[in-house]
T-cell receptor, first 113, second 113 residues
Framework: DSGVTQTPKHLITATGQRVTLRCSPR?????VYWYQQSLDQGLQFLIQ???????AKGNILERFSAQQFPDLHSELNLSSLELGDSALYFC????????????FGPGTRLTVT | GENVEQHPSTLSVQEGDSAVIKCTYS??????FPWYKQELGKRPQLIID?????GEKKDQRIAVTLNKTAKHFSLHITETQPEDSAVYFC????????????FGKGTLLTVNP
C-alpha cells in the first residue's frame, strides 16, 4: 500500500458524459500527478499540482481538467467522454518539494460505452 | 520533448537466471531515472531509482546502472524468482520548465519455474 488513495475503483459511463475521479496523496506530500494508462498509449503524464497550484502539464486533452483543494486532495474531471477515453487513471504523489519518488495510487478503471 | 525507448518488450527467463532491461533517452538535461514494477491490474510500484550524479545503485537482487554520456540506463535483476514476473517500466524525469516523468513502453518479464 503506497498511502495514495483513489476513488472510485471502477467507473462505467456512456459517451458524452462527465465523470470526476478523486485522489488523496500520502500524508505530507504536496504534489499530485495524474497519469493515463492505455494499451496503445502506455503510461502518460497528464498534469501535476503542487500545493494547490498547477505546476506542469502533459498530454492532457482540453476536455479534461483537474484541481487540487486546500486539504491537498485532487480531482480529475473528464467531460464529453469518448470511447477512446477508456483507460486506467492513476494519481501519484511525491516527497514534498521534489518530483522524485512518485508513489502511485491503486487507479480508477474508466470504461466508456 | 523527451523520448524514452525501452527494450526488450518481452523477456522470458528461467528461475535463478538474470534479467536485464535497457532504456535510452533523448534529453541530456534529464536527471532522475526510476524503475517501476506493475503486476496485472495493480498500480505501478517504485522499485529502484537513480539520480544523475551516480553511476550505479543496488538494492538486494536489483541494480540500476546509468551512462549519462550515452544516455542509457539499465535494470538488472539477479536470481530471478516467479514473483518477479510483471511489467517493468523505466521512466525519465525531464528538466527545463516542465518537469514530468516520461515512461518507456514497458517490458513484460516472465520468470519460468
Amino acid at each position: 500500500d503506497s498511502g495514495v488513495t483513489q476513488t472510485p475503483k471502477h467507473l462505467i459511463t456512456a459517451t458524452g458524459q462527465r465523470v470526476t475521479l478523486r485522489c488523496s496523496p500520502r500524508s505530507g506530500d504536496l504534489s499530485v500527478y495524474w497519469y493515463q494508462q492505455s494499451l496503445d498509449q502506455g503510461l502518460q503524464f497528464l498534469i501535476q499540482y503542487y500545493n494547490g497550484e498547477e505546476r506542469a502539464k502533459g498530454n492532457i486533452l482540453e476536455r479534461f481538467s483537474a484541481q487540487q483543494f486546500p486539504d491537498l486532495h485532487s480531482e480529475l474531471n473528464l467531460s464529453s467522454l469518448e470511447l477512446g477515453d477508456s483507460a486506467l487513471y492513476f494519481c501519484a504523489s511525491s516527497v514534498a518539494g521534489t518530483d522524485y519518488e512518485q508513489y502511485f495510487g491503486p487507479g480508477t478503471r474508466l470504461t466508456v460505452t | 520533448g523527451e523520448n524514452v525507448e525501452q527494450h526488450p518488450s518481452t523477456l522470458s527467463v528461467q528461475e535463478g537466471d538474470s534479467a536485464v532491461i535497457k532504456c535510452t533517452y533523448s534529453d541530456s538535461a534529464s536527471n532522475y531515472f526510476p524503475w517501476y514494477k506493475q503486476e496485472l491490474g495493480k498500480r505501478p510500484q517504485l522499485i529502484i531509482d537513480i539520480r544523475s550524479n551516480v553511476g550505479e545503485k543496488k538494492d538486494q537482487r536489483i541494480a540500476v546502472t546509468l551512462n549519462k554520456t550515452a544516455k542509457h540506463f539499465s535494470l538488472h535483476i539477479t536470481e530471478t524468482q516467479p514473483e518477479d514476473s510483471a511489467v517493468y517500466f523505466c521512466a525519465v524525469l525531464s528538466g527545463g520548465s516542465n518537469y514530468k516523468l516520461t515512461f518507456g513502453k514497458g517490458t513484460l518479464l516472465t520468470v519460468n519455474p
